[in-house]
């Protein structure tokens, strides 16, 4: 079936970097790519989405870029802080958002 | 508080004995949905509902049970517990089957002997 990957389980960067998280999908007919935080002991939480026929996408702090052609996502953090410290995953959806796909994740690691 | 509920937090059952998790939110959302999060795989999706007395089987769903009778509660059963059920359990719910803002709920770490 479809998947979705990341490409590296952890990154370590210093605070006030900015991060880039990156992601592999395999399905093309995904509608939509999504990114979700995950803290330790919490359940994951919505950090941005972004639709199939767009580019790149803003949030506060975060930008989430597309590339469909090489079927890859990633996920940007500016001045990166203890707070953002967490798993992160991307994951995928269909019209309709029945099914949610979700990467194995990367844990962030901020270093003060 | 709009949140996302789950009981019980932690369970530790022996293979067989039936065991449900409920899940309850309180924003009145149409779409609820149940992962399972194993280290080195991600969230994969058990069972969703779209609405009230409407589920349907995600990528996982062997083992697993669900209804939907109110739309507020989605309850998770296992009739007949594995070891290879031994998880950690998320629910979510969001406000439509088109939203992609999905809200989980703290997690149920399941553990079947």
């Known amino acids: 079936g479809e998947s979705v990957g990341l490409h590296l389980p952890t990154l370590s960067v210093q605070e006030g970097d900015n991060s880039i998280i990156n992601c592999a999908y395999s399905?093309?007919?995904?509608?939509?790519f999504i990114w979700y935080k995950q803290e330790s002991g919490k359940g994951p939480q919505f950090i941005i989405d972004i639709r199939s026929n767009m580019d790149k996408r803003q949030g506060q702090r975060v930008t989430v870029l597309l590339n469909k052609t090489v079927k890859h996502l990633s996920l940007q953090i500016a001045a990166t802080q203890p707070g953002d410290s967490a798993v992160y995953f991307c994951a995928e959806s269909s019209t309709g958002g029945f099914k949610t796909i979700f990467g194995a994740g990367t844990r962030l690691f901020v270093k003060a | 508080e709009a949140q996302v509920t789950q009981n019980p937090r932690y369970l530790i059952t022996v293979t067989g004995k039936k065991l449900t998790v409920t899940c309850s939110q309180n924003m009145n959302h149409e779409y609820m949905s149940w992962y399972r999060q194993d280290p080195g795989l991600g969230l994969r999706q058990i069972y969703y509902s779209m609405n009230v007395e409407v589920t349907d089987k995600g990528d996982v769903p062997e083992g697993y049970k669900v209804s939907r009778k109110e739309k507020r509660n989605f309850p998770l059963i296992l009739e007949s517990p594995s070891p290879n059920q031994t998880s950690l359990y998320f629910c979510?719910?969001?406000?439509?089957?088109?939203?992609?803002?999905?809200?989980f709920g703290p997690g149920t770490r399941l553990t079947v002997t």
């Open positions: 979510a719910s969001s406000l439509a089957w088109g939203s992609n803002e999905q809200y």
């Open positions: 399905n093309s007919a995904s509608d939509y």
